[in-house]
């Protein structure tokens, strides 16, 4: 399975970007996928994960009501909108797949395919 994050690049803070990640390959064993990110000096941290339906998303404290994880099955697809981007926002993101559960984690090693991951950079 391979993992393409698009949709990264520089926002202000309180602005808005969209994420992309397209999966291609073994694409009917993406029961869950997600996104992580890593700041600068910092560990790798969840961010939100979605089911294969769509039916059950997660989502760390952080982001909580100002990010929101979707995905578009038939294009093997999933997003993250990212709004009231803040600073601390900054990091690069990873899109992540788990072949082998149906509800989403926020445990890293559960994931069994990382992209390459895409900059995201807020300014003040």
């Known amino acids: 399975v391979q993992l393409q994050a698009s949709g990264g690049g520089l926002a202000q803070a309180g602005g808005s970007l969209r994420l992309s990640c397209a999966a291609s390959?073994?694409?009917?064993?993406?029961?869950?996928m997600g996104w992580f990110r890593r700041a600068p000096g910092k560990e790798r941290e969840f961010v939100a994960a979605?089911?294969?339906?769509?039916?059950?998303?997660l989502y760390a404290d952080s982001v909580k009501g100002r990010f929101t994880i979707s995905r578009d099955n038939a294009k093997y697809t999933i997003y993250l909108q990212m709004n009231s981007l803040k600073p601390e926002d900054t990091a690069v993101y990873y899109c992540?797949?788990?072949?082998?559960?149906?509800?989403?984690?926020?445990?890293?090693?559960?994931?069994?395919?990382w992209g390459q991951g895409t900059q995201v950079t807020v300014s003040s």
């Open positions: 992540v797949a788990d072949a082998s559960r149906v509800i989403p984690s926020k445990w890293a090693p559960s994931y069994n395919y």
């Open positions: 979605i089911s294969l339906r769509g039916g059950s998303t």
């Open positions: 390959g073994r694409t009917f064993s993406n029961n869950v």
